[in-house]
């Protein structure tokens, strides 16, 4: 099975070069190279069997109209998130997409955890402070979370992991979910503007869907409590920007931790320091001392990029034994 490999960085080829040596997966072969999957760039895939993706590439329709002239026959997803593909377009021309579900979901809730806390105790101010030779602590005075009540919206794994970390802390935890997980019997499911009214850290662990897309608007943050802390590892499209700036203007947050916006494709991933910004989203969100960004890198762990190799090319292994793997998305 020949496998190309899109959007390679160095932690990619270690960790797959690395896991690929085992004896289970003789017979498969996978060629690295740099450029993300795009329209542009997927008929590079002639002559493979499968390729292997990414979250911040476009897999959408003409890709993947691309892929299946060129024969492509699997996408194997290197990641849990899959709302770049679609899907529809991948089951009319019988191409197979695997995801890695759940790899380290602890990696995600910690990192959330570091940027509800990096955002909320002014990490980020106090860092740069200190190397310019200033002590002074003016604007940088936190809020415990002991004792406060954290709101989680998706209690899927990540959502869950993030649960028992916050009770762990002492909060109380409100959830919301159309599912209920009947593990976290320590919180409380109740309805979105319940959450939103009483929570005093929002943390998003649900997927991006039609009806999750835009959950934080001006409607819902005005439901939300004064200073009220909003952390978002789970997918930029969650958030409508332009009203998370206004709150944040209005005094709404006492802090805000993003890992991931929207406009983040076209940059994530990418050294751009060199270049001038073409869009604002960014520059806005970082010039106010209350928030703090990152680019889409709370699953970035040893632990995760091993279970990432190890869970991708077991859905490869599936696909070439002529076995339908456990982490297809179509039927
Ligand atoms: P999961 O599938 O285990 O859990 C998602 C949960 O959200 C499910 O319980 C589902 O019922 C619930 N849900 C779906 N729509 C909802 C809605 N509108 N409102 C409330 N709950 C809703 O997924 P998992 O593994 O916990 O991942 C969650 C998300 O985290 C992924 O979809 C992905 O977008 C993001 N993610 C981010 C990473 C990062 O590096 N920042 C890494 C991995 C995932």
Same mark, same amino acid.
């Given at each position: 099975?020949?496998?190309? *490999? /899109?959007?390679?960085?160095?932690? &990619?080829? +270690? *960790? *797959?070069?690395?896991?690929?040596?085992?004896?289970?997966?003789?017979?498969?072969?996978?060629?690295?190279?740099?450029?993300?999957?795009?329209?542009?760039?997927? @008929?590079?895939?002639?002559?493979?069997?499968? %390729?292997?993706?990414?979250?911040?590439?476009?897999?959408?329709?003409?890709?993947?109209?691309?892929?299946?002239?060129?024969? =492509? +026959?699997?996408?194997?997803?290197?990641?849990?998130?899959?709302?770049?593909?679609?899907?529809?377009?991948?089951?009319?021309?019988?191409?197979?997409? @695997?995801? !890695?579900?759940?790899?380290?979901?602890?990696? %995600?809730?910690?990192?959330?955890?570091?940027?509800?806390?990096?955002?909320?105790?002014?990490?980020?101010?106090?860092?740069?402070?200190?190397?310019?030779?200033?002590?002074?602590?003016?604007?940088?005075?936190? =809020?415990?979370?002991?004792?406060?009540?954290?709101?989680?919206? #998706?209690? #899927?794994?990540?959502?869950?992991?993030?649960?028992?970390?916050?009770?762990?802390?002492?909060?109380? !935890?409100?959830?919301?979910?159309?599912?209920?997980?009947?593990?976290? &019997?320590? @919180?409380?499911?109740?309805?979105?503007?319940?959450?939103?009214?009483?929570? &005093?850290?929002?943390?998003?662990?649900?997927?991006?869907?039609?009806?999750?897309?835009? =959950?934080?608007?001006?409607?819902?943050?005005?439901?939300?409590?004064?200073?009220? =802390?909003? !952390?978002?590892?789970?997918?930029?499209?969650?958030?409508?920007?332009?009203?998370? !700036?206004?709150?944040?203007?209005?005094?709404?947050?006492?802090?805000?931790?993003?890992?991931?916006?929207?406009?983040?494709?076209?940059?994530?991933?990418?050294?751009?320091?060199?270049?001038?910004?073409?869009?604002?989203?960014?520059?806005?969100?970082?010039?106010?001392?209350?928030?703090?960004?990152?680019?889409?890198?709370? /699953?970035?762990?040893?632990?995760?990029? +091993?279970?990432?190799?190890?869970?991708?090319?077991?859905? @490869?292994?599936?696909?070439?034994?002529?076995? +339908?793997?456990?982490?297809?998305?179509?039927?």
């Amino acid at each position: 099975m020949k496998i190309l *490999f /899109f959007g390679t960085k160095s932690y &990619d080829e +270690r *960790f *797959f070069t690395e896991c690929i040596q085992k004896e289970r997966y003789q017979g498969i072969e996978i060629n690295f190279i740099e450029p993300d999957l795009t329209p542009n760039t997927a @008929a590079l895939a002639k002559g493979y069997d499968a %390729v292997c993706a990414f979250v911040n590439m476009d897999i959408g329709t003409r890709t993947v109209e691309i892929l299946g002239d060129c024969g =492509i +026959r699997m996408i194997l997803m290197r990641c849990a998130g899959y709302n770049n593909v679609d899907l529809e377009e991948a089951k009319k021309r019988g191409i197979r997409v @695997a995801t !890695v579900p759940g790899y380290s979901p602890e990696s %995600v809730a910690e990192y959330a955890l570091a940027l509800a806390l990096t955002a909320t105790r002014r990490l980020h101010k106090a860092y740069i402070k200190v190397r310019e030779n200033n002590y002074s602590l003016v604007g940088l005075m936190g =809020i415990s979370f002991y004792g406060r009540t954290a709101g989680i919206v #998706g209690t #899927g794994r990540i959502g869950a992991a993030m649960a028992r970390i916050c009770y762990g802390l002492g909060m109380k !935890v409100l959830a919301y979910d159309m599912y209920p997980n009947k593990s976290l &019997d320590f @919180a409380e499911y109740v309805d979105l503007d319940t959450l939103l009214s009483n929570s &005093d850290l929002i943390s998003l662990h649900c997927p991006l869907t039609e009806e999750s897309y835009h =959950i934080i608007n001006k409607e819902s943050i005005s439901k939300m409590k004064d200073g009220v =802390i909003l !952390v978002n590892t789970s997918r930029g499209g969650l958030i409508k920007t332009d009203d998370l !700036v206004q709150g944040i203007r209005d005094n709404k947050f006492f802090a805000v931790g993003l890992d991931v916006y929207e406009e983040e494709n076209g940059q994530v991933y990418e050294d751009k320091s060199d270049e001038i910004l073409q869009h604002s989203t960014v520059a806005r969100l970082l010039s106010f001392p209350n928030v703090m960004v990152t680019s889409h890198q709370g /699953f970035f762990t040893v632990e995760a990029l +091993r279970a990432i190799s190890e869970t991708t090319l077991e859905n @490869a292994l599936a696909f070439a034994k002529g076995e +339908r793997g456990a982490n297809e998305l179509l039927s």
